[in-house]
């Protein structure tokens, strides 16, 4: 499942074969360069090696910052023709960038939250340690798991 900042422009960029969005990370000073560079060059890499025939828009910038590091924006965007599962293949590429960001230091999220999206890497973010707190936390807090059903744990 997809999440866009603006569903109009999504069906207007469809229309013509092109689909993207952002997401974003937040990773120590030292690590921000790295982190970008490499997340940006790991798109690339996956649109290639999926058969995207045009080279994408791959791009970040900082969008806070603190003492201890920086919340990073990145931009993926690239035109899907002559590709039967876009939604599919661009999946991948994201799910692709998210790996390259934690294998960077970046966060599993920033302030969006983690989600059905990134769902995934929580164990491997909060250790088996901190995922069975939150799943104890979770069962004595929301015992007939009402709030946020399957959106975390």
């Not at 013509?16 to 952002?22: A, D, H, Q, V």
């Not at 799910?95 to 059905?116: D, F, M, P, Q, T």
């Not at 707190?133 to 709030?147: A, E, G």
Request: with cysteine; glycine share 8%.
């Amino acid at each position: 499942m997809l999440t866009f900042v603006i569903a109009y422009l999504r069906d207007l960029g469809m229309d013509y074969y092109l689909i993207g969005e952002s997401f974003e990370t937040s990773v120590p000073w030292d690590r921000v360069l790295d982190l970008c560079r490499n997340v940006k060059e790991r798109i690339v890499k996956e649109c290639k090696e999926r058969g995207v025939q045009f080279p994408p828009f791959a791009t970040c910038r900082v969008t806070q910052t603190y003492d201890a590091g920086a919340c990073v924006y990145f931009y993926l965007g690239f035109n899907y023709r002559g590709i039967s599962d876009p939604i599919h293949v661009y999946e991948e590429i994201e799910s692709a960038a998210r790996e390259e960001i934690l294998a960077n230091g970046g966060s599993l999220s920033h302030h969006h939250g983690v989600g059905k999206l990134r769902k995934q890497w929580l164990k491997e973010s909060v250790s088996d340690v901190g995922f069975g707190m939150l799943k104890s936390l979770k069962q004595y807090v929301d015992p007939n798991n009402i709030f946020g059903n399957q959106n975390l744990l």
